[in-house]
């Protein structure tokens, strides 16, 4: 069974880094593409970040530019997303995601076809 899950949210500070994983299973993640999203509540759910099969290319939505860091082991079939510099509007459940289709750009969530069931991110004080 084709499968992703998402650990490492949790509650920090302003200012602070959580690093997120991302672990598949039933497929192997060289052959994939891989999104970032998160959605806050009465919010759309956003595009935050994406890295290429080989991890050569990665994308980010401005907002999260020189703070978020994208990257992947496949190795061990898991690809990252460490937070820095983390903000009250950070806060949301984030999402990763396997890209299926290139048909729109990578930040639309019609592009992925297979997700996993998020991890909470709360910054606060």
């Known amino acids: 069974q084709v499968q992703l899950a998402e650990s490492g949210g949790g509650l920090v500070q302003p200012g602070g880094s959580l690093r997120l994983s991302c672990a598949a299973s039933?497929?192997?993640?060289?052959?994939?593409?891989i999104g970032w999203f998160r959605q806050a509540p009465g919010k759309e759910r956003e595009g935050v970040s994406y890295?290429?099969?080989?991890?050569?290319?990665?994308l980010y939505t401005d907002s999260v530019k020189g703070r978020f860091t994208t990257s992947r082991d496949n190795a061990k079939n898991t690809v990252y997303l460490q937070m820095n510099s983390l903000k009250p509007e950070d806060t949301a459940v984030y999402y990763c995601a396997k890209r299926t289709s290139f048909a729109q750009a990578w930040h639309r969530p019609s592009s992925y076809g297979t997700w996993g069931q998020g991890t909470q991110v709360t910054v606060s004080s």
């Open positions: 890295i290429s099969e080989s991890g050569g290319f990665t």
């Open positions: 039933g497929f192997a993640l060289a052959s994939n593409g």
